[in-house]
Nanobody, 126 residues
Framework: QVQLVDSGGGLVQPGGSLRLSCAAS????????IAWFRQAPGKEREGVSC????????HYKDSVKGRFTISRDNAKNTVYLQMNSLKPEETAVYYC???????????????????WGQGTQVTVSS
């Protein structure tokens, strides 16, 4: 059974850090594009970062460059999103998503992704 499990969210103060995990089961992440999206209440889902399994290339939304890092652990079939210097406006539910290798993940088009995690809540507040 194909499954993605998101975890690692929580409450953090502004300027703090969190590391999100996206664990895949039932398939290998070796041949896919993997992205992190987030959705705040009343707002559209937006892409944050992505990584291509083919060459390990990564992409980041401009507002998170230099603060967020996406990475993969092949042995654990897991993708991570390290988030530093978090801001209150980044409070949202964060989702990982997996799409085909042909996806240009930097476009962050949700309907191009076939599998989604259940989401993990990130709250940035003092």
């Amino acid at each position: 059974q194909v499954q993605l499990v998101d975890s690692g969210g929580g409450l953090v103060q502004p300027g703090g850090s969190l590391r999100l995990s996206c664990a895949a089961s039932g398939f290998s992440l070796d041949h896919y594009a993997i992205a992190w999206f987030r959705q705040a209440p009343g707002k559209e889902r937006e892409g944050v970062s992505c990584i291509h399994s083919s060459d390990g290339s990564t992409h980041y939304k401009d507002s998170v460059k230099g603060r967020f890092t996406i990475s993969r652990d092949n042995a654990k079939n897991t993708v991570y999103l390290q988030m530093n210097s978090l801001k209150p406006e980044e409070t949202a539910v964060y989702y990982c998503a997996v799409g085909r290798m042909s996806v240009d993940c930097s476009n962050y088009v949700p309907w191009e992704y076939d599998y989604w995690g259940q989401g993990t809540q990130v709250t940035v507040s003092s």
